[in-house]
């Protein structure tokens, strides 16, 4: 991770396996968008999560392998 980091390849709002994140941290960020743009807007507003579980164990393994090699990280 420390590599993906150095090279900043990773996004900014990535929380997962970094240290000093952690889901909680992207979930009180969303709540705080969301609390501002309802202040600012006085409008209805919609959030759509998508449960990821176990997401590493059904990608095409060959292909990240591929596409970690093309980014050039060990």
Do not use: C
Not at 44 to 73: C, E, M, P, Q, T
Request: aromatic share 10%; no cysteine; charged share 30%.
């Amino acid at each position: 991770m420390l590599e993906l980091e150095r090279k900043n390849i990773l996004p900014e709002h990535q929380a997962g396996f970094r240290p000093g994140k952690s889901t909680m941290y992207n979930i009180l960020r969303l709540e705080r968008y969301a609390q501002d743009r309802l202040r600012s807007a006085r409008r209805h507003s919609a959030v759509i999560l998508f449960d990821i579980k176990a997401a590493f164990d059904s990608v095409w393994h060959d292909g990240l392998i591929y596409k970690l090699n093309d980014l050039r990280l060990p």
